[in-house]
């Protein structure tokens, strides 16, 4: 008998086939889910996602790590690293140029200054058919442009004429007077324009012209003293002469502006950092103007004239060492360098070495004087000619004997009587040697000026021990060493001082940033020979000029006494290194009882005319001479010459 179901209790469901092993009837069967495949056993279980969950949040976890670390990379190991970069990128540096000192001679009148300046530039595109509606805008553009810049029409239009060009320079470094001129012409252009009826409309084609501005060097006086001022490269910096030698304190130091940018515009609210440029110092030259004028102007028609390779004068103030004038000829205009040779831009009166000629003897007789070896009034009788070691010397002429004093020796300019006058310096002639080279180097021959004036050259004096045969006898008529021109001018210098040498000197002082004027350092002095012996050398130097006999007749200035020596020496060619030519020179003071100035000129390889120093050389020396002492008002001294003996009588 079947138990009664308990109405409490719930049936449980079915039993799965694959448990029981019965098969569920047809009737009780579920229909199969569409396109789901069943699992095997028939048995359908339910896939837990908490996996899943794990995985995406470790991914998660993993990526917000990541960013993390970089954040405290970037914001605290690397942080100023990283602000370094932004600022680089957001802030812009700007260098401030600063404006190159002037150099101006003793008077300040300005040698060498800069100003503003404008490079020229264009943007063909603007002028291109398809924008101005004109198809020989570029040829009117430059047509306009060509007397302004005074540059060829058909080159302009050809840069003009590059439609897919942004940049082209069409002249470089012009002045704001051209600028000017340019952009008044735009207006009148843009007026034009305005006015034309729309119907036919008038197109500004100088719409794209622009300027670059910068500074510019000038030099006021062209060519006058190029060699002394040199010039600056293409970068503004000192590339010869003064420039470069003074470069450091006239090129001053430049300054910086930086400012905040964005998207390549500057940023008006951001702050900016501004370190101003310090102007370079102005430097004050001892040269006077209108002395280098006159000198430039002299040996520059020399050498035209004689058809010489080059000259130089120099023009010393005696009393100071002060170099009034240092001209060159063939010379250079530094503000146009494309149209100067590379051996016309330096500075030969100090760069070139050569053998001085009889210019040397007035150092010979110093040293005859200030040993005591003859006075002026010693007696020398010079032959025709005279065999020393390996050769036979002569005079510049042909002479019967002479019979000279020791002055005439100087007056006639005599080889042979230089040669037997400074034989008496020694007992033998080794010792000769030693002591008139000792006089040579306390001229200041085979060592520097004191200039330190780039490319300078010292010159070749050799040590006696090493002086050959024929360098002996030589020497002290000017042959077999070497000088430049300011060593030259010194030495006479020297002896219009007193005596007493004054190292050379070009610059007069300078003018800081603050306004402040800084004089230039004193400069060296040394004794050379006594007062004594320099006031004789004085007098005998006159006989020179003022004698009849004497050499130097074409120096003579009315109304001044003037001292002074003529030189012709055989001149050594640079090219060969053998002897070609002559080189002629003149060197004197004046007045040569009060001396003031000292003028010194050179011409070498004169092929035209006279080669002899006192022919060549002593006008030009007479045009220099009498201009500087007008210009420093130089008054004479209105005393007469000593006029010393220059010959004797035999037997007198």
Not at 196 to 223: E, M, Q, T
Not at 308 to 330: C, K, M, W
Not at 590 to 606: E, G, S, W
Request: net charge positive.
């Amino acid at each position: 008998m079947t138990e009664p179901r308990d109405p409490r209790r719930v049936p449980r469901p079915a039993r799965p086939a694959g448990r029981s092993g019965a098969s569920r009837s047809p009737a009780t069967r579920r229909p199969a889910v569409q396109g789901r495949p069943r699992p095997a056993g028939g048995t359908l279980r339910p896939v837990s996602p908490r996996p899943r969950l794990r995985l995406v949040a470790l991914a998660l976890t993993l990526v917000m790590l990541a960013f993390v670390v970089r954040l405290v990379q970037v914001q605290a190991v690397d942080a100023a690293a990283y602000s370094a970069k932004a600022n680089e990128n957001r802030y812009v540096p700007v260098k401030l140029a600063a404006e190159r000192g002037a150099i101006t001679d003793r008077n300040g009148v300005d040698l060498a200054t800069t100003v503003d300046a404008y490079d020229i530039t264009a943007d063909p595109s603007l002028l291109a058919p398809d924008k101005l509606k004109i198809k020989d805008a570029p040829q009117q553009a430059a047509a306009l442009l060509a007397p302004i810049l005074d540059e060829s029409r058909e080159a302009l239009a050809a840069k003009l004429d590059q439609p897919a060009s942004r940049y082209v320079l069409l002249a470089r470094q012009r002045t704001p007077q051209v600028w000017k001129k340019i952009k008044d012409l735009r207006k009148t252009l843009d007026a034009k324009a305005a006015a034309a009826p729309k119907s036919a409309p008038r197109p500004n084609v100088l719409v794209g012209i622009f300027a670059d501005k910068h500074s510019k060097r000038v030099y006021p006086g062209g060519d006058l003293a190029a060699g002394l001022l040199g010039f600056v490269n293409g970068t503004g910096k000192g590339a010869g002469g003064l420039e470069a030698q003074l470069n450091k304190e006239l090129a001053g130091k430049d300054g910086k502006l930086v400012y905040a940018q964005s998207g390549g515009r500057r940023v008006p609210t951001a702050d900016t950092q501004e370190h101003p440029a310090v102007p370079g110092t102005d430097v004050q030259l001892t040269i006077d103007r209108d002395i280098q004028w006159a000198a430039q102007q002299a040996i520059s028609d020399q050498v035209e004239k004689s058809r010489a390779d080059r000259g130089y004068v120099v023009v010393q103030d005696t009393r100071t060492g002060q170099i009034l004038a240092l001209a060159n000829a063939p010379g250079f205009d530094p503000n146009d360098l494309s149209k100067a040779g590379p051996d016309r831009l330096g500075n030969p009166a100090l760069t070139d070495a050569y053998e001085p000629g009889s210019t040397s003897k007035l150092m010979s007789m110093a040293a005859v004087l200030e040993e005591g070896a003859a006075s002026p009034y010693t007696r020398v009788t010079v032959p025709n000619r005279l065999h020393r070691g390996d050769r036979l010397f002569s005079d510049d002429v042909d002479h019967d004997t002479w019979h000279l004093t020791l002055n005439g020796v100087l007056a006639k300019s005599s080889n042979i009587g230089t040669i037997l006058a400074t034989g008496q310096l020694g007992t033998t002639q080794p010792q000769a040697n030693r002591v008139l080279y000792s006089y040579l180097r306390k001229f200041g021959i085979g060592q520097p000026t004191g200039l330190n004036f780039p490319g300078e050259t010292d010159g070749i004096l050799a040590k006696p021990e090493k002086w050959n045969t024929s360098q002996q006898y030589t020497i002290p008529f000017g042959q077999g060493l070497s000088l430049n021109a300011v060593q030259a001018a010194s030495v006479y210098s020297t002896i219009a001082n007193g005596g007493e040498r004054i190292a050379p000197t070009l610059v007069r002082g300078a003018t800081g940033p603050d306004g402040r004027y800084v004089p230039a350092p004193a400069p060296a002095q040394s004794r050379v020979v006594s007062t004594k012996t320099a006031t004789t050398l004085s007098a005998m130097l006159e006989s020179v000029v003022d004698d009849d006999e004497g050499t130097g007749a074409k120096a003579k200035i009315d109304g001044y006494r003037v001292g002074g020596k003529t030189g012709t020496s055989n001149r050594v060619d640079p090219k060969t290194g053998r002897y070609h030519g002559y080189t002629a020179s003149f060197a004197g003071f004046a007045p040569a009882d009060k001396p003031r100035i000292t003028v010194y000129c050179a011409v070498q390889n004169p092929t035209h005319g006279s080669y002899f120093g006192g022919q060549v050389c002593g006008p030009i020396f007479q045009k220099v001479m009498a201009f500087a002492l007008k210009t420093l008002q130089v008054p004479p001294t209105g005393a007469q010459p000593p006029r010393l003996p220059v010959t004797f009588k035999p037997g007198e």
